[in-house]
C-alpha cells in the first residue's frame, strides 16, 4: 500500500515555507518592538524633546510617564507569546489614541497622521506569521 500526504498540511509538506514565515513575522514583530522599546524609554526617561512633542500635541507633561508605563507593559505582553495577541490588542488603542491626536491637530496625513497604522501592520503582520493560532482564525484559511 502506497502512503500518500493528503492529510498533510501544506505547511507540513515544506518545513522551510513554515521557517520563512516565522522568521519573517519575528522580524517584522522585533522591529515594532524595538521600536516601542525605544518609544517608551524615551517617555519614562522625559528627556526635552519628548516633552516638548508631549505639549505640542496638548497632553501636558505628567502624563508622559503613565503613557511610557502603559506602552512598555503592552509590549511586554506582546513579547510573550501566550499574551502576544492581548499585546497586540493593547497596542492596537494605544495606536488608535496616537492616530486621533494627530488627527485632532492637523498634523500631514501620511507622514504623521498614518505613521501609527504603518507601526500597526508591522505588529499584527508579524503576529500573523509567527502565531499559527492567529492564523486558524483568518477567514481566507477555511
Known sequence: MEATLDHVTPAAKNPTVSNVRRRTGVVMSGLAVAFFLFDAAMKLV?????IEATQKLGYPDATTRPIGIVLLASVVLYVIPRTAV???VLITGFLGGAIATHVRVEDPLFSHTLFPTYVAALVWGGLYLRDARLRSLAPWNR
Do not use: D, E, L, S
Request: aromatic share 0%.
Open 46 to 50: 522625559k528627556v526635552q524633546p519628548v
Open 86 to 88: 492581548i499585546g497586540a
